[in-house]
């Protein structure tokens, strides 16, 4: 049981998180602190949190739990400004999407609170954002990414992961390097690449032509484009080295097919698409994912 | 009125279209020819077709408009096939989703019935495929491109027009340079960076744990992936060239990003992901397309 939670960034991973942990009782009293306070007053009136903190030191003060919900490049900022007003035993957890730069960020800002900064990556979203989209069972059968390092406690590890557990959420452990690499290729990649497509073809004369012909698979392909451009320009800087890596492996791969399209290599083109075709259909018979990372 | 209409490829699109003029009683007979026992089976049953044929020549005899619906790759040995058998006054349209390759395949097949060859490209589709997925309601309120040339018969294309109007299509009319320019870039070109993208990730050692942890922004970018191959190799093979151009184009966009990466030019790719998320949030606003092309 939580006595008390803080949650930083009440939007719809933070506040679900909240929710969750409320139907569950195990959690007493939520308190928020965040930018906006239309988003903060949404917050309290479907009681995603019990109340508003006026600063990071109110916010935090006697909380058992600090759970970090800002965008990745607006975590250093929100460590340092906690970190003096942590309780001894309180447990930091976050929720970002990669782990590498936060944890260093961590390390440096908390000093001998290091050991109970536990990094976590929940794998869900959806295409509402905000307090308002908030809900209970946004972690139900759901991935969590938990990457402890080596001065990490051990005890809190179990404790936080006890919470993600009790959210309904399958958690899993990679070191962060590990996380980082592999949501470089399936998730930072794809979202660089949706981007490109969209701006390159904006960028044309006839660019109200072309999106007057897209059709479904274009608006599938390019779903992830209308992400926020904060949030993955943080992203992007956190995770900076993996993705270098992988947009070389992927400019490497089209290059390789425009060489089979010049050499009117039809066999290794289709070879190229039955062996994607067969991977993409046996995942989806595997799992059937229902949002966003 | 169509008394007879010959459906070549009894698969969704020409099954779609059959039943769309049964519907609105805007033909007599449809007879079918098709590869697979099976497939015409479900078609006769859906009553789809009224009637196979074991044969080009008994499915093209008398019929007044002959309707192609076959792989791309296939529509040169299926003009040959009808090409001697056609009525003095048949009418011929396709459904593929290239044009200018099929228009000079479609000339030097039908000699002096080529102007009343209709080329066009009707942009839906589904997940499903095959007559069993066949809809009367698959065009309406869907694109339909006509791309006449000089020798085009005016008459037989109005014919063509109307019908696709009373399947509840738009119709619109371009040349086939520009049609095959434009679905190269919002429907070749992406389809191509699906299958490179799960093709790259599918030969890692660690191709398991990528899939394990990608979620639902990978899930609707890699959609198309799930293509058929052969359908899409022979699309790449009509179209190649100017999809080697929209390759190369994209290439240099992925340059772009990959320097302001490698120069962390942070506020560079920050806008691009903005214009990006623009144009893409009000590409939804404007349109709301079902389903694939």
Not at 232 to 253: F, P, Q, T, V
Request: neutral net charge; glycine residues 8%.
């Amino acid at each position: 049981m939580i006595r008390r939670l803080a949650i930083i960034g009440v939007g719809l991973i933070g506040g679900s998180f909240a929710l969750a942990l409320k139907k569950n009782v195990a959690v007493g009293e939520v308190v928020g602190l965040g930018r906006s306070r239309g988003n903060l007053a949404a917050a309290l009136e479907r009681r995603v949190i019990d109340r508003v903190a006026d600063d990071a030191a109110s916010a935090v003060r006697e909380a058992d739990l600090v759970f970090l919900s800002v965008p990745v490049g607006q975590m250093s900022a929100t460590l340092g400004q906690i970190a003096p007003h942590l309780s001894a035993q309180a447990i930091v957890t976050d929720a970002g999407s990669t782990k590498q730069g936060i944890i260093e960020t961590a390390r440096s800002a908390l000093g001998s609170s290091f050991p109970r900064f536990i990094p976590g990556h929940p794998i869900a979203g959806a295409e509402l954002s905000g307090a308002a989209a908030a809900r209970d069972d946004l972690y139900r059968n759901r991935k969590v990414v938990m990457t402890p390092v080596q001065q990490t406690d051990r005890k809190a590890l179990e404790e936080v992961r006890m919470l993600w557990q009790t959210c309904g959420a399958e958690v899993l452990e990679m070191t962060p390097a590990d996380h980082d690499a592999i949501f470089a290729a399936v998730s930072h990649l794809p979202h660089v690449l949706a981007f490109a497509l969209v701006d390159m073809l904006r960028a044309r004369p006839n660019a109200d032509t072309l999106f007057d012909f897209a059709g479904g698979g274009f608006r599938d392909f390019t779903r992830i484009a209308a992400s926020s451009p904060e949030m993955w320009r943080d992203i992007l800087e956190a995770n900076r080295d993996a993705l270098m890596g992988e947009i070389k492996s992927y400019s490497e791969m089209l290059s390789l097919l425009a060489r089979a399209l010049e050499n009117k290599d039809w066999p290794q083109l289709e070879a190229v698409f039955r062996r994607a075709s067969e991977r993409r259909n046996a995942w989806t018979a595997d799992t059937r994912p229902r949002s966003d990372e």
